[in-house]
């Protein structure tokens, strides 16, 4: 069994009324409802609510992947929770998804080098397409080329990190909006993916494209094959 | 001074009106026309017409950077003439940039080791926008983020090409199509650089930008600095 | 299962007293022989001598990987038999491993777009030493750091290749020679990954740890997780 | 004029013998001795005992590079100074080129996103072999191949640091140790340079070749020819 621990912020998910309307029952627990689904994964939960955001030496001792979504609280998680976290990756070969606003996450800064700032061109939402560059790549596998979604922020590039190692997803957003949508990178021992679809006011999450990415993700992170 | 050989395969400009009405002295003299205007550089043209394509061993060996613009004719260039571009590229350093649909020229698959096919998911032209992805890439100094282009060909993903080693400039089109527009490469001692932007019907290499671009392609290939 | 096909040329193997005394059995045998005792492999072998090098449509189509390795016989393979080889790999995603002195087949040159040349400043044998550079990578999973060889023909950089896009392992071999002995690629739907080790008058194929290599590149390249 | 300004922390100079029999006027002059020989380049030192490490805001604010080397003393380092140092390369595009020890300086660290951790294997001194793995890069330009070092400190992998955007150098030291000795990467706007010769008891930076290569690599950082 491989062990994921799904980390959300879940802060928007209690007073902000359309992110409750898209995630209901808590983002985290949509990522970890999907994820569970698959026999090979082993799925745990925490948030900022958790004491040490339920982030410790004993909890990542026993993890594989964290998957890592935060937005307005970056701020909040502990300096010590992040080199916990860091140290995983490196030297233990964990491996970290960053999902989405997670890309200002002080933990993929920390991993990355760079300041992970991206442009917001024209504030707003619109339609993307999220297309393949990497067709051999194991997070690739059987997804379809695009993949169309509805209505997600509008990010854009200039998105400040280093080159991936691996391309695998760029998106396209209405108005000719480019972005490194899907970068692969070794750290360490350890493997990192970004993955910008999850914007909180959308159920992007519950798209089967996105989940069977994510599942592919967290299966390449550690480097063994989807069954 | 660096010598530039700018290669039209010059064969719509003939008989089609809208590539005539584009580019009424022929693409490549448009081409040579901006490039000679820059003090540092000595440019000359050939066309398919010429006898070898132009492209003899004498010449080669007095030429440090050539442009190559290809679409229809992508047949006619004779086999050695592409070992022998290709030899200069790789065992003594020349450079070369291709244009366009000479994506799938000889001599950029032979280059790349890939098929170079690319998909147009719906036939037809739209605006683009060129995102710049390394902000501190010889090619992209002072150029802005994006540059905006009215019209061109809508390529799309998946552009079977490897990695580049450096991915300097994205293309997003009007309906979310993505692309791979400025893709920069070491072969062997030499350097090659796609570019994207040039349908024959759109007078694209009249637009300030996209000149700039081709002149800082032109110095980065060198390896010397725009003056 | 997945499918595996060792091709060795077959040609010194006959004639030459010190090959026949490292592989009695022939250098694809051998190959076959290790690679067959694990229970998720499919082996079979082919060589010069078969028809067709016996690397047919057929065969092709019912193979997932290809280990190959040739040497005095580069120009003896037919370039139909190249461009089957090519077209499996980057459009059908099979995956190629070339071995040693295949560096200068037709088939990875055809793959990689240079010239593949290396250098052997002094022609003979020495002790290697072959380091992980990607702890985290499937095929370094369980080798130890460094390999130790105790004699290969040392090979040397300038190695022509395009920059990998993941360097796995560098070798340094007696006498402070260096070469980039492990480099993996995309190309296409296809994986390809160059293994310098494998002299044929030294048994390195016999030895554990290339032999782990080897079956780790096979999974790799098929995208698999050993069992 | 390209500014330089060369920082050693200067701590061994003054009492350890064989450092003082090395390099006896100081490294940083040493180094800024053969650069300001360039007459393209205005150069100044600090060290730590400058106020504030010599590294101000107004000091940076006119410097396009530094040379950064580091080895008992990068925890005296303020984290003010190396946010300073950070935020001119990723935000400024200002160059930094990170000298032999200098691999474990919090500025590097800070830019990596990795340990940067290496191995010794043998703790000692030997013979070293430079070798070009980019013959067409700038950094690469007129170096022999390989650069010969009678003796140098015997570094080896796994260094952890992310897969170079372009490995220019290879070194191979007696024994067989492998290490990447050239490391060149895009951060934000700016570019970093990793070189490994220079360890302080071994007038490394005397040799011709290796004078070259740091002149090379101040070019290259700021996008300039060299005259």
Redesign the interface.
Known sequence: MTKVLVWCENVQNKTQENVIAAYPEGMHNTLAGFLSADGGLSVTTATLDDPDCGVTDEKLAETDVVLWWGHVAHGQVPDAVVERLYGRV??N?MGLIALHSSHFSKIFK??????CALAITKPGYG???L????????IA?GIP??VEIEAEETY?????I??P???VF?????G???F?AGAA???????VFYFQPGHETYPVYRQKEVQEILLNAVYWAV???RG
């Open positions: 490196v030297t070969g920390r991993l990355m080098g760079t300041s339609a993307e397409k297309w393949t560059l990497l067709p051999g790549h194991p596998r080329n695009p854009n590039e200039y998105f400040d280093p080159q190692d691996e391309l760029n998106a396209a957003f209405e000719c909006g480019s490194r990178y070794h750290r360490g021992r350890g493997k480097g063994k094959a």
